[in-house]
Nanobody, 124 residues
Framework: QLVESGGGSVQAGGSLRLSCVAS????????MAWFRQIPGKAREGVAAANSDGTTSYADSVKGRFTISQDNAKNTLYLRMNSLKPEDSAMYYC????????????????????WGQGTQVTVSS
């Protein structure tokens, strides 16, 4: 089970940190990722963390977002700085417990387990 938190409403230029707590599995051996979705559009891969600690990002968030893990707490984070109105979306935590490495670019291949999502709204 994946449970996200930390979403909210901020002004452009602001920051948020999303958290995702996992139960029943171990983060350190899995592909962990954040996706986002706007109504009517497909889920977009935002950031990924591989089991070896390497990370990858969508071009649209590079330099502004940082994905990280606290294995002791089984928690995945997404730190979002310099937020823009176009970052507004429902953000989902995703885990593929059967793969240690995420795809690059990050896409939804139907193999992920999902959290319930947390809404991020950025106003101009």
């Amino acid at each position: 089970q994946l449970v996200e938190s930390g979403g909210g409403s901020v002004q452009a230029g602001g920051s948020l940190r999303l958290s995702c707590v996992a139960s029943g599995h171990t983060y350190s051996a899995a592909c962990m990722a954040w996706f986002r979705q706007i109504p009517g559009k497909a889920r977009e891969g935002v950031a990924a963390a591989n089991s070896d600690g390497t990370t990858s990002y969508a071009d649209s968030v590079k330099g502004r977002f940082t994905i990280s893990q606290d294995n002791a707490k089984n928690t995945l984070y997404l730190r979002m700085n310099s937020l823009k109105p176009e970052d507004s979306a429902m953000y989902y935590c995703a885990a593929d417990w059967l793969r240690p490495y995420c795809d690059t670019p990050l896409v939804d291949l139907g193999t992920y387990n999902w959290g319930q999502g947390t809404q991020v709204t950025v106003s101009s």
